[in-house]
């Protein structure tokens, strides 16, 4: 019974030899009374002469000569989910069980089963009573004879009791076993129920599926909206996939036994027992997917969160809860990295690239005090004056374990563990003072630009750090160029579009890196403070390829031009990508061509020595660092 549905007429279960005593108790507890004039006439051995008019409570009255008898209607009761509330036993049945064993028995099926053991002679002292049947207060003794009101006094007491007994051990086990926010089983609730599917999959030799559902970016609501948004948001979420799980799946198998679950956060589950093939949980996966894709109105707020969903196999993938859900969940990161809106099944080589993360993290968070960071810096280009204007700092990670470990690799694992907040502020660091150095040498340096990553932009105390780092270091704010992608400009607009106003009346310049790999609101471009759009290299690429391609660059350039900001084109590494940036009025550019990302001491060289003519550009790559 949950605490939402009416409660039940209470069942009473009579145990006496005595069929009269059967009728008595059916004049005192039920309404209808006994038709008989026998029983009218009749002197009630348990009641005497008492004539008192009275209207009973509603109660189902079962009947029983024998404890045996009754032993079975309490077990039939218990297996059809009524049970018993209250039995009046009598102290002596013969020739079967007598009361106090009946009452053993009847408890060790029913333990909640509120006891009145009804006796005319002291055949049990109260402490052979608790020494057979324990310490209890769901026993009461009553003595023959007994008059009407001491029977609907304790048949009301007790069952209200055994009811508000029910009622708190539903409440105890809503709160144990379900989520409080959404009402769906919780981790506890949904490992129970994984066990015994696997159970009874291994015994039937049926397959089974367990989806593991995360919302992607779901702390950015968070942290943007407010909790209570995104408790609201998680409500709908369940709802949407609790909807998702009912009827019929797309390939036609009944769903009835599909169960889903809150595991806590922004983390659900999906179980499919007993599914004919895999294109069962990939059709259930990609519902979901649709399902929760689609916007959700919260008030003034219209959200978007896609799900990522990985998806494991029994037995398959694994034959114990623990290693299904651990896969199920290797395989949902992985969904994670595919893109939004992406399901994946568990693969067995996941284990090993798995265990490369775990590497990498491991020795991450060690990184900076084994001092084995450094910065490389690539030069940009005025393709107007053939001066350097700036160096793009970039994070080199040489680890004594795992050698030279590429960027691309270890800032993800660096963003998705937090480690990219103690990592960057170095970064920062280490470039501004670099910078500041060159400066105070008499070398010219116009600018030094950071890669920042939206975790880094977005926290509270950036504009803090910046300028705790521009006044540390001594570099004016106009030497310091910060570049974000054009992803997070987009995605957190609101957040963004202060920090950027700041970092404008700091004097602090702001780039978009990479642009064109995005899908820009240019109406929102427009109203930034964005000094720089930084062209991906896969356009720069473009222009040995064709007019089209050529074309496309050429209004890239033109827009940036016409919306008053500098343009800088990356990865150029032909000559001929060279010469059609500038003959378009591209204002700046870096690439291998030009040269290649330099150690402190090869940039420091670079910058003394390098001097572009404009009309004398010569290829002379210097080798990486």
């Given at each position: 019974m949950t605490l939402h549905e009416p409660t039940p007429v209470p069942r009473i279960l009579i145990v006496d030899d005595n069929l009269s005593i059967h009728e008595d108790f059916k004049k005192i507890l039920m309404r209808e009374k006994p038709s008989s004039k026998l029983m009218d006439d009749m002197e009630s051995a348990l009641f005497g002469e008492q004539k008192n008019i009275f209207t009973p409570p509603d109660y189902r009255i079962d009947f029983a000569s024998q404890g045996q008898e009754a032993l079975?209607?309490?077990?039939?009761?218990?297996?059809?989910g009524r049970p018993y509330a209250l039995a009046f036993v009598d102290g002596r049945m013969p020739p079967g069980w007598d009361g106090i064993e009946t009452i053993h028995h009847l408890w060790k099926v029913s333990p909640e089963l509120q006891m009145v053991l009804c006796t005319a002679y002291a055949d049990y002292s109260w402490d052979e009573i608790?020494?057979?049947?324990?310490?209890?207060?769901?026993?009461?003794?009553?003595?023959?004879?007994?008059?009407?009101?001491?029977?609907?006094?304790?048949?009301?007491?007790?069952?209200?009791k055994w009811e508000l007994n029910r009622q708190i051990q539903?409440?105890?086990?809503?709160?144990?076993?379900?989520?409080?926010?959404?009402?769906?089983?919780?981790?506890?609730?949904?490992?129970?129920?994984?066990?015994?599917?696997?159970?009874d999959s291994k015994k039937n030799q049926k397959k089974s599926a367990l989806l593991y559902i995360d919302l992607d970016d779901f702390k950015r609501i968070n942290d943007t909206l407010g909790h209570s948004v995104g408790d609201n948001l998680l409500k709908i979420v369940a709802h949407r996939l609790a909807s998702c799980i009912r009827g019929t799946d797309l390939v036609g198998e009944m769903s009835e036994n599909y169960k889903t679950a809150r595991?806590?956060?922004?983390?659900?589950?999906?179980?499919?027992?007993?599914?004919?093939?895999?294109?069962?949980?990939?059709?259930?996966?990609?519902?979901?997917?649709?399902?929760?894709?689609?916007?959700?109105?919260?008030?003034?707020?219209?959200?978007l969160v896609t799900p990522s969903i990985g998806i494991a196999l029994f037995p398959g993938d694994g034959e114990d809860a623990d290693t299904l859900m651990?896969?199920?969940?290797?395989?949902?990161?992985?969904?994670?990295?595919?893109?939004?809106?992406?399901?994946?099944?568990?693969?067995?080589?996941?284990?090993?690239?798995?265990?490369?993360?775990?590497?990498?993290?491991?020795?991450?968070?060690?990184?900076?005090?084994?001092?084995?960071?450094?910065?490389?810096?690539?030069?940009?280009?005025?393709?107007?004056?053939?001066?350097?204007?700036?160096?793009?700092?970039?994070?080199?990670?040489?680890?004594?374990?795992?050698?030279?470990?590429?960027?691309?690799?270890?800032?993800?694992?660096?963003?998705?563990?937090?480690?990219?907040?103690?990592?960057?502020?170095?970064?920062?660091?280490?470039?501004?003072q670099q910078?500041?150095?060159?400066?105070?040498?008499?070398?010219?340096?116009?600018?030094?630009?950071?890669?920042?990553?939206?975790?880094?932009?977005?926290?509270?105390?950036?504009?803090?750090?910046?300028?705790?780092?521009?006044?540390?270091?001594?570099?004016?704010?106009?030497?310091?160029?910060?570049?974000?992608?054009?992803?997070?400009?987009m995605e957190h607009y609101e957040g963004t579009t202060e920090i950027v106003k700041t970092l404008n009346q700091m004097g602090v310049q702001v780039a978009i890196d990479d642009f064109g790999k995005g899908y820009s609101n240019l109406?929102?471009?427009?109203?930034?403070?964005?000094?720089?759009?930084?062209?991906?290299?896969?356009?720069?690429?473009?222009?040995?390829?064709?007019?089209?391609?050529?074309?496309?660059?050429?209004?890239?350039?033109?827009?940036?031009?016409?919306m008053k900001m500098g343009v800088i084109a990356e990865g150029v590494e032909t000559q001929s990508q060279y010469s059609f940036l500038k003959d378009k009025h591209c204002d700046e550019a870096q690439g291998y061509l030009l040269s290649w990302p330099l150690s402190r001491e090869q940039a420091e060289s670079f910058l003394r020595e390098s001097n572009f003519a404009n009309t004398d550009f010569r290829f002379n790559p210097v080798p990486d660092a």
């Amino acid at each position: 019974m949950t605490l939402h549905e009416p409660t039940p007429v209470p069942r009473i279960l009579i145990v006496d030899d005595n069929l009269s005593i059967h009728e008595d108790f059916k004049k005192i507890l039920m309404r209808e009374k006994p038709s008989s004039k026998l029983m009218d006439d009749m002197e009630s051995a348990l009641f005497g002469e008492q004539k008192n008019i009275f209207t009973p409570p509603d109660y189902r009255i079962d009947f029983a000569s024998q404890g045996q008898e009754a032993l079975a209607m309490v077990e039939k009761a218990q297996s059809e989910g009524r049970p018993y509330a209250l039995a009046f036993v009598d102290g002596r049945m013969p020739p079967g069980w007598d009361g106090i064993e009946t009452i053993h028995h009847l408890w060790k099926v029913s333990p909640e089963l509120q006891m009145v053991l009804c006796t005319a002679y002291a055949d049990y002292s109260w402490d052979e009573i608790q020494q057979k049947l324990g310490v209890t207060d769901s026993l009461v003794i009553l003595k023959k004879p007994f008059d009407i009101a001491e029977v609907l006094q304790l048949t009301h007491a007790l069952t209200r009791k055994w009811e508000l007994n029910r009622q708190i051990q539903g409440r105890l086990h809503q709160l144990a076993y379900f989520d409080s926010l959404t009402g769906l089983p919780n981790r506890t609730q949904f490992l129970h129920s994984l066990t015994k599917t696997l159970s009874d999959s291994k015994k039937n030799q049926k397959k089974s599926a367990l989806l593991y559902i995360d919302l992607d970016d779901f702390k950015r609501i968070n942290d943007t909206l407010g909790h209570s948004v995104g408790d609201n948001l998680l409500k709908i979420v369940a709802h949407r996939l609790a909807s998702c799980i009912r009827g019929t799946d797309l390939v036609g198998e009944m769903s009835e036994n599909y169960k889903t679950a809150r595991l806590g956060g922004d983390e659900f589950t999906v179980l499919l027992p007993d599914i004919q093939s895999d294109e069962t949980a990939e059709a259930v996966a990609h519902r979901i997917s649709r399902s929760l894709g689609q916007a959700v109105d919260l008030g003034q707020h219209q959200v978007l969160v896609t799900p990522s969903i990985g998806i494991a196999l029994f037995p398959g993938d694994g034959e114990d809860a623990d290693t299904l859900m651990k896969n199920a969940d290797m395989a949902m990161y992985f969904a994670k990295r595919n893109g939004p809106k992406k399901y994946q099944f568990y693969q067995e080589s996941m284990n090993s690239e798995a265990l490369k993360r775990l590497t990498i993290e491991t020795q991450l968070r060690h990184a900076l005090q084994r001092e084995e960071f450094s910065l490389v810096y690539q030069p940009q280009i005025d393709l107007n004056t053939g001066k350097i204007s700036g160096f793009e700092t970039l994070l080199r990670w040489e680890n004594q374990e795992l050698g030279l470990v590429p960027p691309m690799e270890f800032i993800p694992i660096a963003e998705e563990s937090g480690l990219i907040h103690p990592i960057g502020d170095w970064v920062m660091r280490m470039a501004c003072q670099q910078a500041k150095t060159w400066r105070d040498q008499g070398i010219d340096l116009p600018r030094i630009a950071v890669n920042v990553s939206p975790q880094e932009f977005i926290h509270p105390d950036f504009i803090a750090r910046i300028k705790s780092t521009l006044e540390q270091s001594g570099l004016e704010p106009s030497g310091l160029q910060i570049e974000i992608t054009e992803t997070l400009l987009m995605e957190h607009y609101e957040g963004t579009t202060e920090i950027v106003k700041t970092l404008n009346q700091m004097g602090v310049q702001v780039a978009i890196d990479d642009f064109g790999k995005g899908y820009s609101n240019l109406s929102r471009l427009q109203t930034l403070a964005i000094d720089c759009l930084k062209i991906d290299r896969s356009f720069v690429n473009g222009i040995d390829a064709g007019f089209r391609e050529k074309s496309i660059l050429s209004a890239m350039i033109d827009m940036a031009n016409g919306m008053k900001m500098g343009v800088i084109a990356e990865g150029v590494e032909t000559q001929s990508q060279y010469s059609f940036l500038k003959d378009k009025h591209c204002d700046e550019a870096q690439g291998y061509l030009l040269s290649w990302p330099l150690s402190r001491e090869q940039a420091e060289s670079f910058l003394r020595e390098s001097n572009f003519a404009n009309t004398d550009f010569r290829f002379n790559p210097v080798p990486d660092a």
